[in-house]
């Protein structure tokens, strides 16, 4: 029994105790809310309205970031504009045209790199990545590499080298992984016995901070050359590498202000790599717009899958490009298909689902997400839907599939699933 004694020792006590103090918390940044909540709707409203205020720096990544939510008419058409006149189209009288996959492939046979570069902003450009991966792997290409992939941090961070079929995907394996074209391309290479490797430049490898521009260049495209041989090709003599890079990092001869990338691999292995230019070949939105390398392309052949073009044993190509690079892929302008990119309905190994999506008075995100991973990593669809949709069309691979919206105030409860066969 308690005593009044031991009773006002005990509230004494309790009097002198220190109080814990409350900390400060920060709020979450549009960014936090992507990385960490696997949001994506705050990041593309916040880069929008900032877009359309004037603001340079935010317009440049909205137009990346929304290819990662489907919005290819952004993605692509943002900064699209009528090409000078001053610009000539290629000649192309006696030009031929082959199909792309079938002329990557035979090139490949005799290499054991293929490089195949991407323009940050055009989510189709990864999905034509899945067509290469899957072309290649008969060959006995059973790397994949991509400059995209998280390096080791001064932290302990999760790298892409730990991934492998059955295991979850996981969107922080790096940044254009969050595009789930993307991360579907790189699940699907895991399914077919691709391993995977990371070779941009590490924390520890930079230039000087006040390193001028070309000096900065040439310190990342040495870092990442050596980084693919210390991980790949010295560690494992037998492999065939297809390394998916941006823009000019895939130039075996220098240009566009500096040697890069796959010139250096190229001079240190003594490896003749295939390289490939599709990055400045993508239709415009508007077919004005379209550069007149591609307008001549498209004009003259009407493809209606990719291709290469060759005159007189040269690469048509951009004049970015010309002569740096062995193939030019030139993709068809397609129609899109329940309101989603032609490109993406064209995919044999891909399964056009329509559902019916709950009452919608706002715009959302609606996404597909794979049962087997559940939210570990980025959706294997989605796109944005306008409001008073009352379907929604999504492309999968075959696996069983829940669906769920993200609104403007927080990802919604899942409302559905279906197996796709």
């Known amino acids: 029994m308690w005593s009044r004694r031991s009773m006002l020792l005990g509230v004494a006590g309790l009097s002198i105790a220190p109080a814990t103090p409350l900390l400060a918390q920060e709020a979450l940044s549009k960014n936090d809310q992507f990385f960490t909540e696997g949001r994506y709707l705050p990041t593309y409203l916040d880069l929008k309205a900032k877009a359309e205020a004037g603001d340079q720096g935010a317009r440049q990544m909205f137009g990346q970031f929304a290819s990662f939510l489907g919005d290819e008419a952004t993605a692509v058409g943002l900064d699209e504009r ?15 045209a082959c199909d792309a996959i079938e002329a990557i492939v035979e090139a490949a046979r005799n290499t054991r790199i293929v490089i195949l570069n991407e323009a940050h902003n055009v989510s189709g450009h990864r999905a034509f990545a899945a067509k290469v991966m899957r072309a290649l792997r008969p060959l006995g290409y059973d790397w994949f590499a991509a400059e995209t992939f998280t390096p080791p941090q001064p932290e302990p961070y999760v790298r892409i080298g730990g991934y492998a079929r059955g295991a979850p ?31 941009e430049q590490r924390f520890d490898q930079g230039a000087p901070d006040d390193a001028d521009g070309a000096t900065q260049i040439a310190t990342r495209e040495e870092a990442q050359a050596d980084n693919l041989i210390a991980n790949v090709l010295s560690a494992h003599p037998d492999a065939r590498v297809f390394v998916f890079v941006g823009y000019s990092h895939a130039m075996e001869k220098p240009g566009r202000g500096g040697t890069w990338f796959a010139a250096r691999l190229k001079a240190k292995t003594g490896i003749n790599p295939l390289t490939i230019e599709q990055s400045m070949n993508w239709p415009a939105i508007a077919p004005e717009n379209d550069a007149p390398h591609v307008a001549a392309v498209l004009a003259r052949f009407a493809p209606e899958a990719p291709i290469v073009v060759a005159k007189g044993g040269e690469s048509i190509a951009s004049p970015n490009y010309a002569g740096k690079m062995d193939l030019s892929v030139f993709h068809p302008r397609t129609e899109s298909v329940a309101g989603r990119p032609g490109w993406l309905a064209a995919d044999s190994e891909r399964r056009r689902v329509t559902i019916k999506v709950p009452p919608l008075d706002e715009l959302v995100l609606i996404q597909a997400l794979s049962m087997a991973e559940a939210t570990a990593g980025p959706p294997s669809d989605h796109y944005l839907l306008p409001p008073g949709a009352s379907e929604a069309t999504f492309f999968l691979h075959p696996g069983r599939y829940f669906f769920r919206q993200e609104t403007a105030a927080g990802i919604q409860p899942a409302f559905g699933v279906l197996s796709v066969d």
């Open 82 to 96: 009528p090409p000078q006149p001053s610009l000539i189209p290629p000649d192309l009288d006696g030009a031929v």
């Open 169 to 199: 995907f996981l969107a922080s394996y790096g940044y254009y992984t969050h595009d789930p074209v993307f991360a579907e391309t790189v699940r699907e290479a895991a399914r077919l016995g691709y391993r995977f490797s990371d070779y």
